[in-house]
């Protein structure tokens, strides 16, 4: 029998800045996470920052994090053994901050797998050794900024064709195959039809398990062909200077037991709670755990439910459309640039050439950048395409969603998961 126990996001900024010092790495998790976590024969924890005193944040759209490198001690003191790296803010302080984290890890003795110096190196599976047991761990992250590429570092990108071929290529190698997914859209508890078919695609290259994190809202499970995907953790602990929506503050960190050819998959829950002024992260207690049972397990099965998952998906994009329609047209707005001929001329150097005015006319304003960015991003993201997408086609098929979804929808929306 072996047991694998993974955590979702991890990111500590504010307060391990001085951790050593202050022994504030053996306060952030209880007794009972640690016991927990330390039962286990492989650990993971998806580091969702990189670790590093670097101060150039690089240009990307959204929020740039980063935790100090003694953060690295407070997972260490937790247990785990493996950081995931692939996520879309390893690079948020460019090759110094990723290389400063796995300086850390390395000397921290935690494993790191899913991000590297080239997209070959990324892709490559993490081997290990338990007893007679051969395992390997493979991590990709869904494509925004800070992927890596043949010739840059970076996360290793989620896509149905390379992973499922990394999948492939690693399976002969290993008896047990573990896959880590960062992506899918944000604060939703049900996956899209997309992420959800990209999952499933992973079981069929011959993972033993898939685990995602990212979308900061626990998602539900379901079982593949015999093997389960759980399609979002939550946080595990993830201290923000901005108060956010109760789902910030509470995950699952799961256990998935493979004993004689049977793959079973269990959890604990975890939030985040301020004991004397110190962010800190505790399991759930008994009757909150019971609770957010029942949630979880209605969401696993509605992911039974094609159909249901469908229209919840849509009922979902329905209620983003705005925003997502202002963001286009705010952006489109910014990176339009008119013929200003009228402010060319109006310099009266009738001297330079007709071409020149031209070009200055037209030349890109430096302002354009940050929006040129985040048009990047919600055109190359799978998660916002699939939004899009799936607004334009609502738009083209005049589409409606039966009264039980909208309602269902806005429970969901209400749940334990959300609190929104």
């Known amino acids: 029998m072996l047991t694998l126990i993974s955590a979702g996001d991890f990111c500590a900024p504010l307060i391990t800045i001085n951790a050593a010092e202050l022994g504030l790495h053996e306060k952030l998790f209880d007794r009972d996470i640690i016991e927990f976590v330390s039962s286990a024969d492989v650990s993971t924890i998806n580091l ?13 759209a959204g929020p740039t994090i980063k935790c100090p490198p003694a953060a690295i001690q407070a997972i ?6 493996t950081a995931v790296l692939a996520n879309n803010h390893i690079m948020d302080y460019g090759p110094t901050g ?14 790191i797998v899913g991000a590297a110096q080239n997209s070959i190196e990324a892709q490559k599976p993490l081997f290990l050794n338990i007893a007679a047991t051969r395992i390997a761990i493979l991590a990709f992250a869904e ?8 010739s840059a570092p970076g996360a290793a990108l989620f896509d149905p064709i390379t992973s499922p071929a990394a999948i492939r290529a690693a399976r002969p190698l290993a008896d047990i195959l573990i896959v880590n997914v960062h992506g899918g859209r944000e604060y939703f508890p ?3 039809p997309r992420f959800r078919s990209w999952c499933k695609c992973l079981i069929d290259a011959g993972a033993d398990a898939v685990i995602g994190h990212h979308p900061h809202v626990c998602q ?17 602990f993830f201290n923000w200077p901005v108060t956010r929506p109760t789902c910030w503050y509470e995950g699952i960190i799961s256990k998935i037991t493979f004993d004689s050819g049977q793959i079973t998959a269990d959890f604990i829950g975890c939030r985040q709670t301020l004991e004397n002024g110190t962010p800190t992260c505790t399991a759930m207690p008994p009757a909150r755990l019971d609770r957010y049972r029942t949630a979880f397990d209605d969401v696993s099965d509605i992911l039974k439910d094609d159909q249901a998952c469908d229209d919840l998906w849509k009922t979902f994009c329905l209620s983003k459309a705005q925003s997502y329609f202002a963001n286009l047209r705010l952006t489109a707005s910014a990176l339009n640039t008119p013929l200003n001929f009228k402010s060319a001329f109006k310099s009266r150097d009738l001297s330079a050439p007709i071409s020149q005015l031209i070009a200055d006319a037209l030349r890109p304003k430096k302002h354009n950048q940050p929006y040129k960015r985040r048009l990047l991003n919600l055109l ?6 699939d939004v899009l997408q799936t607004l334009l086609e609502i738009e083209l098929t005049s589409y409606r969603p039966p009264p039980h979804i909208a309602s269902l929808c806005q429970c969901l929306n209400q749940s334990l998961f959300t609190g929104l």
């Not at 260490?76 to 053994?81: E, L, V, W």
């Open 48 to 60: 969702e920052a990189p670790l590093t005193d670097h101060q150039t944040p690089s240009p990307k």
């Open 220 to 236: 539900g499970m379901q079982y593949w062909k015999g093997k389960p995907i759980i399609y979002s953790l939550g946080h595990l």
């Open 98 to 111: 990723l290389n400063d984290t796995l300086a850390a890890c390395s000397d921290a003795g935690i494993s």
């Open 76 to 81: 260490k003191h937790a247990g785990f053994k």
């Open 143 to 150: 494509h925004e900024s800070g992927i890596a590429t043949t």
């Open 380 to 385: 190359s993201c799978p998660s916002h395409l």
């Open 190 to 192: 049900i996956p899209s």
